[in-house]
């Protein structure tokens, strides 16, 4: 999923890259792992990031202190390990994170990782690694940043945030996928939930995922 930051508020793209490494371990379908913010910014967003995901607890989850537990599977840590090295092969950088913690020697631990992207091509962007590892973009303008997040062959969930609404809303309007959640997100049974592209099959919730149960019958009556 594409997150994209309007220069206005490209400072908050810092505690978004702490929610989506805490989040499940990053392994949540509709978390925005590819982070675009204006490239004169870039430096310093990374920075922040690095400088929020510092501290993060990484434990058990019986630990009342946990914020970051494991992974799935060894699978899944492996591919974490495999898209963070082929973002580096890329020409991508690893801020903070990119391995294993060393104090934990059982479970399947990743630390949370920022990785410093050149381009929308890179691997790590163009592949859903399903874990604690965010990619940070930078952009032109606002058109290359929507042309860069609807460059995917994903499209479950997008995010924009700006303090300009207007502008945020119609940066939003542009981006092909299947929800858009510009400043914030609301999850409610009203509100049908899918994704477009590669992601997922059909709607759930609301109408549209009531429609998904429902059996149509076509009746074509000649003359």
């Known amino acids: ?64 202190e946990t914020q970051l537990g494991p992974v799935i599977s060894a699978g899944q840590r492996a591919r974490c390990e495999h898209f963070t090295a082929a973002a580096v092969a890329a020409g991508g950088r690893v801020v903070t994170g990119g391995k294993r913690p060393e104090h934990l020697d059982k479970g399947f631990f990743f630390e949370p990782t920022v990785l410093d992207l050149p381009d929308n091509s890179n691997p790590a962007a163009q592949e859903e690694i399903f874990g604690p590892v965010v990619g940070v973009i930078g952009y032109k303008d606002l058109d290359h940043a929507v042309q860069m997040a609807n460059d995917s062959k994903f499209g479950l969930s997008a995010w924009v945030t700006g ?56 009746f074509n009556l000649g003359g």
Do not use: W
């Open 163 to 218: 303090q300009d609404k207007v502008a945020a809303f119609q940066t939003g309007l542009k981006i092909r996928s299947g929800a858009v959640n510009v400043n914030g997100a609301v999850m409610s049974s009203y509100a049908s939930g899918g994704g477009i592209k590669m992601s997922g099959l059909g709607r759930e919730r609301g109408v549209e995922g009531l429609r998904e149960f429902q059996m149509v019958t076509t």
């Open 1 to 64: 999923s594409a997150a994209i930051f309007l220069p206005d508020s490209a400072e908050r793209a810092a505690p978004h890259g702490h929610q989506v490494c805490t989040s499940h371990a990053g392994q949540g379908c509709v978390l925005g792992t590819r982070v675009f913010v204006p490239q004169e910014r870039k430096a310093e967003v990374l920075e922040m990031m690095a400088a929020g995901l510092a501290n993060v607890k990484i434990g058990v989850p019986s630990d009342p």
